[in-house]
């Protein structure tokens, strides 16, 4: 039995493509909360902020977070807010190790800039709006175990250096 592998970090910051990337590779099934929650609640993340508010979307959010972090072997796709509830870090930190993908909030709007699905990001100034929210969550996204680098365009370092820290924790852990 492996602990799950815990992507963490902003809208943008390669968490799904590099949750799929490590599932090929290392032949684990990914969740990602926000594809629980939309079947869950079969409708888009956008219709749920649209309808229902942010509020109702974190209760679903920390409902499903609290049904997927027991399992095992899991890599665990994250959207951005989870870790805004420290409930949500204390439960997935108990049978997982938490990955902080790392993006400059630039970085993180060129990603973004073309994409209509995020519904906090759909103000005025969306960039100052990145920087203003990465700011807020810094210090919750730094209660991972590991800061990964994600600026790069490609994932593959990221994915590289994943799959060298777990390796490494299971030799500690033996
Ligand atoms: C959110 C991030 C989104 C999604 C929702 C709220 C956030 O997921 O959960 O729009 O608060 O940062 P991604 O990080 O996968 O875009």
Do not use: H
Not at 2 to 11: A, D, P, S, T
Not at 60 to 66: A, D, G, P, R, T
Not at 118 to 140: A, G, M, S, W, Y
């Amino acid at each position: 039995m492996q602990k799950n592998i815990v992507l963490i970090g902003f809208m943008g910051a390669g968490k799904s493509l590099v949750a799929k990337a490590l599932a090929k590779r290392l032949k684990r099934k990914v969740v990602s909360t926000d594809v629980l929650i939309e079947k869950r609640e079969r409708k888009t993340i956008a219709k749920i902020f649209a309808e229902q508010g942010e509020p109702y979307f974190r209760g679903v959010e920390k409902k499903v977070i609290s049904e997927i972090a027991p399992e095992n072997n899991r890599i665990i796709d994250c959207g951005g807010g989870v870790v805004l509830d420290q409930e949500n870090i204390l439960n997935l930190k108990k049978n997982g190790i938490l990955f902080y993908l790392k993006a400059d909030p630039e970085v993180i709007w060129e990603r973004i800039k073309s994409q209509q699905t995020r519904p906090l990001l759909k103000t005025d100034n969306p960039k100052v709006k990145i920087e203003e929210l990465l700011e807020k969550r810094e210090p919750f996204y730094r209660q991972a175990d590991y800061i990964i680098d994600a600026n790069d365009q490609s994932i593959e370092p990221v994915c590289r250096e994943i799959i060298s820290l777990i390796a490494k924790e299971r030799i500690a852990s033996r």
